[in-house]
């Protein structure tokens, strides 16, 4: 009699315990995916912007006033084991850097960027480039720009990161300024999933220190932060 008690209460453990164990697994598996339009850092200096993670779609029409970058639609969308951001009519500098529309996918651990109508200084960047395509641009009155298209990043969480355009410029004195356009990060199912939007890049220092459709209200962009200096551009 003992014993047939103890094997109900064995079987009745089981049962209340295989839920918990699925219900585990099933949240260890899930992936998840965060992504942002645009950042910068330097003379102007712009916060990942929009930035959403988790299950999430926002939209932002164009950018406050500021020196430097002008936009048309930053659009960011996520989901679990899928993040994509798009940015269309980008305008740098006075047209040094166009493109009409900008995208970054990342899809269950999978990469990939586009771009349509891209140019930086008279230069026609690549559509679909194969990842952390590295390229020199002159850039008159400027120097020479560092660009990576199709940047690809493994993170120590596991999860990957695209962005599709990543500049560098130079403004002299040893001053650069940087910008991210479209990036996206996700987990594969399976993988540990990231736990906050990827920041962008940080701000430099200084001695003064057709894209998808809005299924989202616009929202507002923080206010970019301009730091006193002169940033030669020729028209």
Not at 209 to 215: E, K, L, N, W, Y
């Amino acid at each position: 009699m003992r014993l047939k008690r103890l094997s109900a209460v064995t079987a009745i453990a089981g049962a209340l315990a295989a839920p918990l164990a699925l219900a585990g697994t099933a949240s260890a598996t899930t992936g998840t995916g965060s992504a942002y339009g645009l950042a910068a850092g330097g003379l102007v200096a712009i916060p990942a912007t929009p930035a959403v993670a988790g299950t999430a779609d926002k939209s932002l029409l164009h950018l406050p006033a500021n020196p430097l970058i002008d936009v048309k639609v930053l659009h960011v969308t996520t989901k679990p084991a899928f993040a994509r951001a798009s940015v269309t009519d980008l305008r740098v500098a006075k047209a040094a850097l166009t493109a009409h529309l900008v995208t970054a996918t990342c899809d269950n651990g999978t990469a990939r960027s586009h771009l349509a109508k891209a140019s930086l200084a008279g230069h026609r960047l690549a559509a679909d480039a194969a990842p952390n395509s590295a390229l020199s641009i002159p850039v008159q009155g400027l120097g020479t720009a560092s660009v990576v298209l199709n940047k690809q990043t493994r993170n120590a969480d596991g999860s990957l990161t695209v962005t599709a355009i990543q500049v560098t410029l130079p403004l002299g004195a040893g001053r650069t300024q940087t910008l991210s356009v479209s990036s996206a990060t996700c987990s594969a199912t399976g993988e540990k999933p990231p736990t906050q939007p990827p920041g962008g890049p940080k701000p430099t220092p200084t001695p003064t220190a057709t894209g998808s459709p809005i299924s989202a209200p616009p929202g507002q962009a923080p206010k970019p932060t301009p730091v006193t200096g002169d940033l030669p551009v020729t028209g």
